[in-house]
């Protein structure tokens, strides 16, 4: 089977330095390789977290010129926005009467949420949440995406995804490919300000697309601890040097470890910092300017991309509604 691979972003906010090393850069480099590639903006993901409908729509056109700045190719990939393909959402309330219920209470993102409530377990969580895991394996499984590269946090609902898979397969027919995660950079997870993970929900992102001096005024912000200049630095766990590692080569790295145990000031390494995550992104910075001048840009390539990804979905919805038997009656 022809290596297939997908992947897609949740639409809530602004891009941030996050999705584009745990989503946009490693697909894309997997994409030269692969002409089979399919990226898309999960904005029924977006839903779940985020009622502003202007903010749905201006972070779909961030998010989609995120990828397009990052130098995604419309010609050669599948590019598309999620509730443009009606037929997803069709098959994921399919694929949820066969999905066990306590399969998805122990999905982490519904845990960690009841986690945070004390008396009222399930204090300010919707079904949407609940059945996240489901929503996601339908973007994969409806297009029988053979791999998918997500950061090391989104390895759960991969399993989950395998599971569904599985249990269909069992159920029916072998109709879907079993996916397989891709995890970058051996499942280390990107660190935001404070040293969590990098989310929106977390309020510690470092923009993509910003200018310069707010990148550096991001990066300023970086929480370190308070060991002064001349103190030597461990780089293990340190925020700035993990970060420093995703724009870096092995030896540029060794440098800046052999500066750490030189006891370099936190300001003096967080201008390095700037300057590595600055070379990268100043390109897609530029075309992200020139890109967003044109208004129907986004429109267009994303009526384009649902134009061409919409008869695989319904090829693979109408396979599956024939073999649960919601088809015409015989
Ligand atoms: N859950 C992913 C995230 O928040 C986004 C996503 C939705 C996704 N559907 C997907 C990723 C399918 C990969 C495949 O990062």
Not at 106 to 112: E, G, I, P, V
Not at 287 to 306: H, I, Q, T, Y
Request: proline share 4%.
């Amino acid at each position: 089977m022809k290596k297939r691979i997908l992947t897609g972003i949740t639409t809530t906010g602004t891009p941030h330095i996050g999705n584009y090393l745990g989503a946009i850069k490693p697909s894309l480099n997997l994409a030269t390789e692969n002409p089979e590639s399919f990226f898309f903006l999960a904005d029924y993901h977006a839903l779940i977290k985020n009622k502003d409908s202007q903010n749905i729509k201006e972070s779909v056109k961030n998010v989609a010129l995120a990828w397009l700045s990052s130098g995604l190719d419309t010609d050669r990939s599948y590019f598309y926005r999620q509730s443009d393909i009606k037929e997803v959402t069709e098959l994921s309330w399919i694929l949820s009467t066969i999905t066990a219920k306590g399969l998805m209470n122990r999905a982490h993102a519904y845990k960690a949420a009841t986690a945070e409530n004390k008396s009222d377990e399930d204090k300010g969580i919707n079904m949407g949440l609940f059945s996240y895991p489901i929503l996601m394996a339908t973007d994969i499984l409806i297009f029988n995406s053979t791999h998918v590269p997500v950061g090391a946090d989104q390895l759960q609902h991969l399993e989950m995804t395998r599971d569904i898979a599985q249990r269909f397969n069992h159920l029916y027919k072998s109709i879907f490919n079993i996916p397989e995660a891709i995890i970058q950079e051996d499942g280390k997870v990107v660190p935001g300000l404070d040293g969590k993970k990098m989310s929106k929900s977390y309020n510690n992102i470092i923009p993509l697309l910003s200018d310069e001096k707010t990148l550096k005024k991001s990066i300023a912000k970086i929480v370190t601890n308070s060991l002064e200049p001349g103190q030597p630095k461990d780089t293990d766990n340190c925020t700035v040097f993990n970060l420093f590692s995703h724009f870096a080569s092995n030896e540029e790295q060794e440098e800046f470890k052999a500066a750490y145990k030189e006891g370099i000031s936190w300001g003096d390494a967080k201008n390095k910092l700037f300057e590595a995550v600055n070379s990268e992104l100043s390109p897609i910075r530029e075309r992200f300017n020139e890109l967003s001048k044109d208004n129907n840009l986004v429109n267009d390539l994303l009526d384009a991309g649902a134009k061409k990804v919409k008869p695989l979905a319904q090829d693979m919805l109408g396979e599956v509604r024939e073999l649960v038997g919601i088809s015409k009656i015989g």
